[in-house]
Nanobody, 131 residues
Framework: QVQLVESGGGLVQAGDSLRLSCAAS????????MGWFRQAPGKEREFLAA????????????SAKGRFTISRDNARDNAKSTVYLQMNSLKPEDTAVYYC????????????????????WGQGTQVTVSS
């Protein structure tokens, strides 16, 4: 079982930057691909970015390319990991609840963008961008 806890959301103005964090831990912690999704009111949950356990592979949705950057720090004992989403030049349409998610990294180079591939989810953090 993996626990994911997001933080860093808040109210910002258009053009501002924000960095979200997701702390991942568990009793039997394995190697996990981590991803970020978001869900705006009345819309489907949308994939934004994913990163492999090693951090060497990343993938971004078109909506995130150029403005968002995903990164991660793994603890030396590999018992926990923190994933970040740096968001720059924020726009009012970025307003949403942002979720981090994880699935076990099987060494497959292609990172999943599909919500159903992710087995573990955080509770979400609200990001509101005012114009």
């Amino acid at each position: 079982q993996v626990q994911l806890v997001e933080s860093g959301g808040g109210l910002v103005q258009a053009g501002d930057s924000l960095r979200l964090s997701c702390a991942a831990s568990g009793r039997t912690f394995k190697h996990y691909v981590m991803g970020w999704f978001r869900q705006a009111p009345g819309k489907e949950r949308e994939f934004l970015a994913a990163i492999s356990w090693s951090g060497r592979s990343t993938y971004y949705a078109d909506s995130a390319k150029g403005r968002f950057t995903i990164s991660r720090d793994n603890a030396r004992d590999n018992a926990k990991s923190t994933v970040y989403l740096q968001m720059n030049s924020l726009k009012p349409e970025d307003t949403a609840v942002y979720y981090c998610a994880a699935y076990e990294d099987a060494g497959i180079q292609v990172l999943s963008t599909t919500r159903n591939s992710y087995d573990y989810w955080g509770q979400g953090t609200q990001v509101t961008v005012s114009s």
